[in-house]
């Protein structure tokens, strides 16, 4: 079957850095995303691995490992705004070109 | 400029009723998908096409239905069967790329009673 864990929920400060880990075991592996998503809106693309190794675009970063089948997306320099829904999704191999999501981490960043 | 475009926004139904949902993309891309959120989870996926003329069953697609007639259309019926249809409904399309991100609809709400 196909898993993937994240935790539910997670609280931080403006300023602070956050780290969010996703765990996954899937059939086949084809790349590894990371999407934020607002209350009552679509997701929004944040990045992509599909090797081994740190991703790194500004404030996001997003780091896999295939073998241990784990990533993490960090934030840092948080602001109120990335207050939001993080979901880890991975594309393996029994669902063609489709994605599986993981249900999410909830990111409450206070001031 | 090029998207993808889910109608309506808000859908009200009553209970035992069809209801299709649209979805359009003008990006030219050949796989779209939907998905189905509920509160406190993440994306389940129903249905996916991969190109025209076809499609598949996703994890969650008993009580759905689709058609793929045209690359620019993959509108979904919720169908009388779907024992919990109220939820927020989301379409996506990818093509091949660098990485087959998605590009997401802005999502339609239905809410049976």
């Known amino acids: 079957g196909q898993n993937i864990d994240q935790p539910t929920e997670m609280t931080a400060t403006e300023g602070a850095i956050v780290q969010i880990n996703c765990t996954y075991q899937?059939?086949?592996?084809?790349?590894l995303f990371w999407y934020q998503q607002h209350a009552g809106e679509a997701p929004t693309f944040l990045s992509y691995?599909?090797?081994?190794g740190l991703e790194e675009k500004g404030r996001f970063s997003s780091f896999l490992s295939r073998s241990k089948g784990y990533s993490y997306l960090l934030l840092k320099e948080l602001q109120m705004k990335d207050s939001a829904s993080y979901l880890c999704?991975?594309?393996?191999?029994?669902?063609?070109?489709?994605?599986?999501f993981g249900k999410g981490t909830t990111l409450s960043v206070s001031s | 400029d090029g998207g993808i475009t889910q109608s309506p926004k808000y859908l009200f139904r009553k209970e035992g009723q069809n209801v299709t949902l649209s979805c359009e993309q003008n990006l030219n891309h050949d796989a779209m998908y939907w998905y189905r959120q509920d509160p406190g989870q993440g994306l389940r996926l129903i249905y996916y096409s991969q190109i025209v003329n076809d499609f598949q069953k996703g994890d969650i697609a008993e009580g759905y239905s689709v058609s793929r007639e045209k690359k620019e259309s993959f509108p979904l019926t919720v169908t009388s069967a779907q024992k919990n249809p109220t939820a927020f409904y989301l379409c996506?399309?990818?093509?091949?790329?660098?990485?087959?991100?998605?590009?997401f609809g802005s999502g339609t709400r239905l809410t049976v009673v």
């Open positions: 996506a399309s990818s093509n091949p790329g660098t990485n087959y991100g998605y590009t």
């Open positions: 899937t059939s086949g592996f084809n790349g």
């Open positions: 999704a991975v594309r393996g191999a029994s669902a063609g070109t489709a994605l599986i």
């Open positions: 691995n599909v090797l081994d």
